[in-house]
T-cell receptor, first 113, second 116 residues
Framework: GQNIDQPTEMTATEGAIVQINCTYQ??????LFWYQQHAGEAPTFLSYNVLDGLEEKGRFSSFLSRSKGYSYLLLKELQMKDSASYLC??????????????FGTGTLLAVQP | DAGVIQSPRHEVTEMGQEVTLRCKPI?????LFWYRQTMMRGLELLIYFNNNVPIDDSGMPEDRFSAKMPNASFSTLKIQPSEPRDSAVYFC???WGSGASYNEQFFGPGTRLTVL
C-alpha cells in the first residue's frame, strides 16, 4: 500500500528554525517533493530529493533517507509569511514509467510573533 | 506564461446536477493531472494524462467521474450526477518531462465545488 505520514500541526516562533518530518511507505520510489500551500491557494513547489542527503535552497532545506523512508523540511529564520500547510509527496512506482505523486495530508505550520 | 488556468473558480450546484470543470495546462507541458483536496483526505490524485492519453485513472472515485483531454491545451473533469460528498477543491496541474527526471508539477488555482 501507499502511506505518507506527517504531523498535522506545528507552531513555531518568528525567527526560529522548524523541522517538519515525513515518513513514507510506497510501492517503489522515484523522488520526494515538498510543496507549500497557503490557505485558499494552490500548492507551490519547494524542493525535490531523489538521492540521500540534504538539499539546500535559501532558507529552506530538505533531507532524504531512502533506507529509512524518511524526509524532513527545515525552515530557517522563520517569517510570518511562512505560515502555511507543507505537503510531502512521493513519486511512487518503478523505473521511469510513472509520474504519479502520492501526497501526505500536510502539516499546518503557524508562525507566531 | 499565464500558468495553469482553471474554470470556473467556484461552482455551487444541487445534488443530481452535472458539473464540468475545465483546465488549460501550461503550453508545452505533456503531463496533466486532476486532483481533489478535502480536509479529511488531503490532496488525492484522480487521473493523469501524458500526451493527451489517460495513463492512470485508479484514483477516480466511481463511474460518476469522467475526464477527457481532447487536445494538448484543454482537459475536462465531469461529475454526473453530482453528490454532496463530491464537495471539494479540484486542482489541475501540469508538468513536463518523464517520470525518471525531476519535473515539478505546476498547479492551477483550483475550482471550489459545493454540491447542496
Amino acid at each position: 500500500g501507499q502511506n505518507i505520514d506527517q504531523p498535522t500541526e506545528m507552531t513555531a516562533t518568528e525567527g526560529a528554525i522548524v523541522q517538519i518530518n515525513c515518513t513514507y511507505q510506497t510501492s517503489g520510489f522515484n523522488g520526494l517533493f515538498w510543496y507549500q500551500q497557503h490557505a485558499g491557494e494552490a500548492p507551490t513547489f519547494l524542493s525535490y530529493n531523489v538521492l540521500d542527503g540534504l538539499e539546500e535552497k535559501g532558507r529552506f532545506s530538505s533531507f532524504l533517507s531512502r533506507s529509512k523512508g524518511y524526509s524532513y523540511l527545515l525552515l530557517k529564520e522563520l517569517q510570518m509569511k511562512d505560515s502555511a500547510s507543507y505537503l510531502c509527496a512521493v513519486r511512487a512506482g518503478y523505473g521511469g514509467a510513472t509520474n504519479k505523486l502520492i501526497f501526505g495530508t500536510g502539516t499546518l505550520l503557524a508562525v507566531q510573533p | 506564461d499565464a500558468g495553469v488556468i482553471q474554470s470556473p473558480r467556484h461552482e455551487v450546484t444541487e445534488m443530481g446536477q452535472e458539473v464540468t470543470l475545465r483546465c488549460k495546462p501550461i503550453s508545452g507541458h505533456d503531463y496533466l493531472f486532476w486532483y481533489r483536496q478535502t480536509m479529511m483526505r488531503g490532496l488525492e490524485l484522480l487521473i493523469y494524462f501524458n500526451n493527451n492519453v489517460p495513463i492512470d485513472d485508479s484514483g477516480m472515485p466511481e463511474d460518476r467521474f469522467s475526464a477527457k483531454m481532447p487536445n494538448a491545451s484543454f482537459s475536462t473533469l465531469k461529475i454526473q450526477p453530482s453528490e454532496p460528498r463530491d464537495s471539494a477543491v479540484y486542482f489541475c496541474a501540469s508538468s513536463w518531462g518523464s517520470g525518471a527526471s525531476y519535473n515539478e508539477q505546476f498547479f492551477g488555482p483550483g475550482t471550489r465545488l459545493t454540491v447542496l
